[in-house]
């Protein structure tokens, strides 16, 4: 078994007692342990199995977290016998390797063979760790073997390290562990992500010697929409003489090089020794090191969750570098535990802004669940007041009309000397016929309000003049208003062109003419009531009444349009009218999809403004977006294996009144979402067993379901990732943490196109 493809992490000539203490460090770790939970392979034991070795001595260690390999080798291999091996005058060349990955071929050469032994069993089961913690007391016991007066007395200048001593290089490794342990006891304290990178900057900055240390986040969103930027967001630096960095963003030579990031994301490392004679540097990479004073860089990649979140760059300023093999491995093993960090962090930060979020739907339930107990309440004194009222109401015309039908009928007939006078029949003719009309107009009302509050009314949409509306309804209340001594004025600022509309014209002679009777009513003798018209091209159509009458006080402004609510008791004595009138008048301006908006002044007037959009059938132009989305609710799938946010957006999306159906198992979802016809599809960029690309194909080569958006979630995505997913169909993309109000605005986006579309 040959070991000269491994690379070793230390390697000297030492005499036979040195080696003879490393053999019984390693059979020290090694003997007695359950192979469980730490396999012991010696030379001996391969020996044994029949595996030829070209080494005089071999032991291999294997834990969860660490490997250690010594082997060695006789200078004179011809003076080696199996009595000459422990001769106090030979000596050997030993190496050793730490490092997982560098042992990983031995491990499959020793898988590969057909020798069978007990360790090669428990072999098999064993998974090599990523990095190698190498246990404290090992650590120690090199440090020892080293520092011990044999080595110094007897091989002074025998020390085969490349570079620096064999001491200061155990020191180091040692100095490493520590950096990583208190890299993750800082982890495990769930400490602050700032802190933590800071502090393992600052500690393998110092420990490698470098001018400068920088963490290079890449992707950050800014504030336009869409747009990311890379930023040097931590730096470390070995002195003020050496430029700093931090929030340096201009790095088109990364930005431009997809290659170059697909290399960093296999895990790949970059190494420059020296700029200035390195092979295969692009003239872009070169000319911007240059820029920064750098003359050597190492850079590894910090990869969380499968994506390059960033680079952990190392710089040499002040002259060219040789980047070790064990200072690649450490920089790359503090990238691992940063990652893990970031993950941690982000982790955290969803789950306190969905905690947030959740507290905050919660709050918003109990507070809507009081509110709405509050209004019950209110609304059952307010249906008893309405009750009194609307008795009141019914009972004076009735009244009049029964006295004065007795009246006439005692005076007229045929046994009573006594007849009336034709004028004061006349008179109380005339008192009966608006007693009845004011009774029919009353129950009229009460019809009208009841459906709309049950929403049975149906809007019955013609095309009609605005201009002929409007003076009917006026010409309906000019004799009242001539009579009550109030001057009606008419401003018409309609364009001739803009003089069709479509509506419902007897459902909005209604509105204007409530408004216009509440005006006259509550405006004085001598007062002016101003009834104006305007239009915004061919679009909404809006009317005011204004009035110089009582006006309202503005803590009563928010009760006009309450149902069965009086502002004032007192008010349904002094004025006619049972209060509900513009109720029904803001129930009939919402049917055509409408805003009312009041402003007051007491004892000055007041101004109503109402704005209806041109209701335009659907067989001739689609209708407005107040008809769909949440309102009027509607199916979503949302596939996704996410626990927590899928039941966050299940909270958000079902209290906004739409249906969600939850998919776990995306390799059925195409047959599902085929089956259930949703209104909008949402799907979790990560998904375990299929691939989100091959969900959004088979969905847009169906017929069924190819008009059918579907937004995409997950973690924030660069302008090149997004694109090469825009193209097979997703219309649009929500970066986790998932924000509530810009998901609802999105789906009900999407649902109104949606639904527009298949109007046409």
């Known amino acids: 078994m040959i070991l000269n493809a491994i690379t070793p992490d230390i390697a000297w000539t030492a005499p036979w007692n040195v080696l003879q203490q490393l053999c019984h460090l390693w059979r020290r770790f090694g003997i007695g342990i359950d192979p469980q939970d730490r396999l012991y392979i010696s030379g001996a034991q391969l020996q044994e199995a029949g595996l030829a070795l070209d080494y005089d001595v071999f032991h291999l260690l294997i834990e969860t977290d660490f490997t250690a390999l010594l082997w060695a080798k006789a200078i004179d291999p011809a003076a080696v016998t199996p009595d000459t091996l422990s001769a106090p005058g030979e000596q050997y060349e030993i190496s050793m390797v730490f490092d997982p990955q560098a042992i990983a071929p031995l491990i499959a050469t020793l898988l590969g063979s057909q020798v069978d032994f007990p360790q090669l069993k428990a072999l098999r089961k064993k998974i090599l760790p990523q990095r190698s ?91 336009k929409p869409e747009k990311f930027v890379n930023r040097v967001t931590f730096e470390v630096v070995s002195s003020d003489k050496v430029t700093s960095l931090l929030h340096f963003d201009q790095d088109e030579c990364l930005t431009n090089n997809e290659l170059i990031k697909d290399a960093y994301l296999e895990g790949k490392h970059l190494a420059v020794n020296d700029i200035e004679t390195q092979p295969n540097l692009s003239p872009c990479f070169k000319q911007q090191l240059q820029g920064m004073q750098v003359k050597a860089k190492l850079v590894v990649p910090l990869i969380v969750e499968q994506r390059l979140w960033g680079l952990l760059i190392a710089h040499q300023c002040h002259g060219p570098r040789r980047w070790r093999k064990n200072e690649i491995t450490f920089l790359s093993h503090v990238a691992e535990y940063l990652a893990i960090a970031i993950l941690q962090a982000r982790s955290y930060q969803q789950l306190q802004e969905q905690k947030t979020s959740l507290e905050t739907l919660a709050q918003r339930r109990a507070r809507e669940l009081e509110d709405a107990l509050l209004s019950a309440q209110v609304a059952s004194q307010s249906k008893k007041e309405f009750i009194h009222i609307m008795s009141h109401e019914l009972l004076t015309p009735l009244t009049s009309i029964i006295g004065l039908s007795n009246t006439l009928s005692y005076w007229t007939a045929d046994d009573n000397p006594k007849k009336l006078s034709p004028e004061k029949q006349r008179v109380y003719l005339q008192t009966i016929h608006e007693s009845g009309t004011r009774l029919r107009n009353l129950l009229q009302d009460i019809l009208d309000f009841s459906q709309t509050e049950a929403a049975r009314s149906v809007l019955d949409l013609q095309k009609f003049s605005l201009k002929q509306l409007c003076y009917r309804v006026l010409n309906g209340f000019q004799e009242l208003g001539d009579r009550q001594g109030i001057n009606l004025k008419f401003i018409n600022q309609l364009e001739p062109e803009q003089d069709s509309f479509y509506a419902d014209p007897i459902r909005l002679e209604k509105i204007l003419s409530h408004l216009l009777s509440n005006a006259i009513k509550f405006t004085s003798h001598g ?234």
């Open 133 to 223: 913690a190498i246990p404290p007391d090992l650590m120690v016991g090199l440090l020892e073997i080293v520092r011990s007066p044999t080595i110094q007395e007897t091989a002074p200048d025998e020390v085969v390290v490349p570079n620096q001593p064999l001491n200061m290089l155990l020191s180091q490794r040692l100095e490493q562990e520590k950096i990583l342990n208190n890299v993750t006891h800082r982890i495990y304290q769930n400490q602050d992500l700032m802190v933590t990178v800071r502090m393992a900057l600052e500690q393998a900055q110092r420990l490698l010697r470098v001018d400068r240390l920088l963490v290079y986040q890449l992707d950050l969103p800014t504030a």
């Open 527 to 760: 007062g002016e009531v101003t009834f104006s018209i305007w239009r915004e091209k061919q679009k909404d159509v809006s009317f005011q009444v204004k009035d110089t009458g009582i006006g309202i006080p503005p803590q009563q402004i928010p009760l006009l349009f309450e149902q069965f609510q009086q502002l004032e008791p007192s008010m349904s004595r002094r004025y006619d009218g049972a209060g509900f009138g513009l109720a029904l008048v803001k129930q009939l301006v919402e049917i055509h999809q409408g805003q009312i908006h009041v402003t007051s002044t007491p004892k000055k007037g007041s101004i109503f403004t109402v704005r209806i959009p041109n209701q335009v059938p659907r067989n001739l132009h689609p209708v407005g977006k107040g008809s769909v989305g949440g309102n009027q609710g509607g199916t979503i799938v949302l596939v996704s294996q996410d626990e927590e946010m899928a039941t966050l957006i299940c909270e958000l999306l079902t209290a906004t009144n739409y249906q969600v159906i939850w998919l776990i198992d995306s390799e059925i979802a195409s047959r599902q979402i085929s089956a259930l016809q949703p209104i909008l599809v949402i799907l979790d960029a990560h998904q375990h067993k299929i691939q989100i690309e091959d969900i959004i194909d088979s969905l847009k080569m169906a017929p069924q379901t190819q008009q059918i958006p579907t937004l995409l979630t997950g973690d924030r995505l660069s302008d090149d990732q997004w694109q090469k997913l825009q193209k097979h169909g997703f219309q649009d993309y929500l970066p986790k943490p998932i924000h509530s109000e810009k998901l609802i605005d999105m789906v009900n986006h999407y649902v109104t196109r949606h639904y527009l579309a298949s109007t046409l």
